[in-house]
């Protein structure tokens, strides 16, 4: 029966992804992030659903030419092309080209996810959709997962839901990130529904974090969460939501489940005697080792593993860098690390300008919240091979959009409509009453 009905709701956004390639953008999404595809019972995951929506929203953008962009010509989107550009010299230049092709394939379709969102997201209703596709399909993973730890008093996940949240530390990662995205809607959409879903699904994200028992999860999500209190207009309200997940995972899980957890987690102030953490540190060797070797175009992407062997100090493990930036300069070079920092610090600084310019409550807070966001990733990323991951991407060209929203409100509303904006936007506990008889808000 699901999947039925994932076959269903995918072969009836088809035809409508002819005629509005943003629909077809919104149905991959949730393909990429909620996985309906994996919840079924085995048709829909041999199935290549996101190839068919993927060509479905190519021939939508031909035959919409002249009424939707394919992308915003921003520093974000330039370096975006960059990366994805050297990236591809890399393969090129790789020591065995065919071990690239499953990552270049990665690489190259997160990115073009990223640019094409530039354009055709640039009001305030789209990206309000997306950003709750993106916050809900996978704050819905996290909560279906916190919910199956809570009624079994505690739970530990060694692996993920799928695609490239396949494992417990690739999951927790994308939990951190979409974690202030959910609080950000907590504090300040419209919607009562919308405010209470996305605070219950932060709250049972963060306890499948915990139950993930990934340590570079933990240290991001301590990062996460001092950053939601420290940069949050709501801080109480975003603290409120932290304390209850924290304190879901102590009083609600089984003694055993916790004296585990904190068995796991001592190991990151012992990390001299744990074999993993002496594992990622050989591995952060290696990489740097094979750097220094091939600084221009590294040795391919992929392909840490056929020279792991000469450079690494154990030989016998760990043939990935578990760290995305030095994954970068081992394996397609300087430029490309220097490109992707540079996307990540231009993203932020973009995003504390819009923060600072624009007149929205919304508008800074869904800037507060991918700064965060973006800052999740920049330290889970020390711990994991995930330069490809698509979500980051995704978020950089959503930055983006958030910028031609802001301006594209501010062009429409005039001084005339800002109070009133201003007034509406407001969390809803600010906000004035409704005068009798006034309509109801959307």
């Not at 962009?69 to 080209?97: D, E, H, K, N, Y």
């Amino acid at each position: 029966m699901r999947d039925i009905l994932v076959l269903a709701a995918v072969y009836a956004s088809l035809p409508l992804i002819l005629f509005s390639p943003f629909s077809g953008l919104m149905v991959y999404s949730w393909l990429a992030y909620m996985r309906p595809q994996d919840l079924g019972w085995g048709m829909t995951k041999v199935m290549p659903l996101s190839e068919w929506v993927a060509i479905a929203l190519a021939v939508g953008l031909v035959l919409t030419i002249g009424r939707e962009r394919l992308l915003a010509f921003r520093p974000q989107t330039i370096l975006l092309l960059l990366l994805c550009g050297w990236i591809s010299v890399t393969v090129m230049t790789a020591l065995i080209p065919e071990l690239s092709a499953e990552i270049y394939g990665n690489y190259w379709k997160a990115i073009l996810i990223g640019v094409l969102t530039t354009g055709l997201v640039r009001d305030k209703h789209r990206l309000r959709l997306l950003l709750l596709l993106i916050a809900f399909s996978i704050g819905f993973l996290g909560a279906k997962h916190g919910i199956h730890g809570l009624v079994r008093g505690g739970a530990r996940f060694d692996h993920g839901p799928g695609g490239l949240m396949n494992d417990n530390n690739t999951f927790a990662l994308a939990l951190n990130m979409a974690l202030p995205l959910l609080v950000g809607f907590a504090t300040i959409d419209r919607s009562k529904l919308v405010r209470w879903t996305a605070a219950g699904m932060a709250m049972l994200s963060m306890l499948t974090i915990f139950f993930t028992f990934s340590r570079g999860g933990l240290l991001t999500l301590g990062v996460v969460a001092c950053l939601l209190v420290w940069r949050t207009r709501q801080r109480a309200l975003a603290a409120l939501i932290l304390v209850l997940g924290i304190g879901g995972f102590v009083m609600l899980t089984r003694g055993e489940v916790q004296d585990e957890y904190l068995e796991r987690t001592g190991t990151i102030q012992e990390y001299e005697e744990d074999r993993s953490a002496l594992g990622r540190l050989d591995a952060w060797t290696t990489s740097w080792r094979v750097f220094r070797d091939y600084p221009l175009t590294g040795v391919g992407p992929n392909n840490l593993s056929v020279v792991h062997a000469r450079y690494s100090p154990d030989p016998e493990r760990f043939r990935v860098s578990h760290n995305s930036y030095l994954q970068l300069l081992s394996e397609s070079g300087w430029p490309a690390c220097a490109l992707f920092v540079a996307l990540l610090l231009t993203t932020l600084w973009r995003l504390e300008l819009l923060r600072r310019t624009t007149a929205s409550v919304w508008m800074q807070t869904q800037a507060h919240m991918l700064q965060i966001a973006l800052a999740g990733y920049m330290v889970g990323a020390f711990f994991l091979n995930m330069a490809y991951f698509d979500l980051i991407y995704h978020l950089v060209g959503v930055a983006v959009s958030l910028e031609l929203a802001a301006a594209a409100e501010a062009a429409a509303g005039g001084a005339d409509a800002a109070p009133a904006a201003v007034a509406e936007e407001l969390p809803w506990w600010k906000r004035p009453p409704q005068p009798a008889g006034a309509p109801g808000r959307a």
